[in-house]
């Protein structure tokens, strides 16, 4: 059974940093690639950053050089940090990857306040 568990979120203010991380268990963790995503009220869940079995890593341009993804493949465990938060990065937040169909995570509000 896949299971994906997201933690880290909470409420910060401009400027400030959070460590998401996301432990994974039933699937292969070291081969798959895990995406995060996020959603804000009102609007579309986009691709914020991504990471390969190979640690190879794609970022939105919203984000580029802001936050920086990386992996722990020995503890089934994928870490967003996220730095210089703004309050437009205000959203619940999601790991997923996929194995046959696209799994989820519950999700992680984050809440940065100007």
């Known amino acids: 059974q896949v299971q994906l568990v997201e933690s880290g979120g909470g409420l910060v203010q401009a400027g400030g940093s959070l460590r998401l991380s996301c432990a994974v268990s039933?699937?292969?963790?070291?081969?798959?690639?895990m995406d995060w995503y996020r959603q804000a009220p009102g609007k579309q869940r986009e691709l914020v950053a991504a990471i390969t079995g190979g640690g190879s890593t794609n970022y939105a341009d919203s984000v580029k050089g802001r936050f920086t993804i990386s992996r722990d493949n020995a503890k089934n465990t994928v870490y967003p940090q996220m730095n210089s938060l703004k309050p437009e990065d205000t959203a619940v937040y999601y790991c997923?990857?996929?194995?046959?169909?696209?799994?989820w995570g519950q999700g992680t509000q984050v809440t940065v306040s100007s």
């Open positions: 997923s990857a996929v194995q046959g169909k696209r799994f």
């Open positions: 039933g699937m292969i963790f070291s081969i798959k690639t």
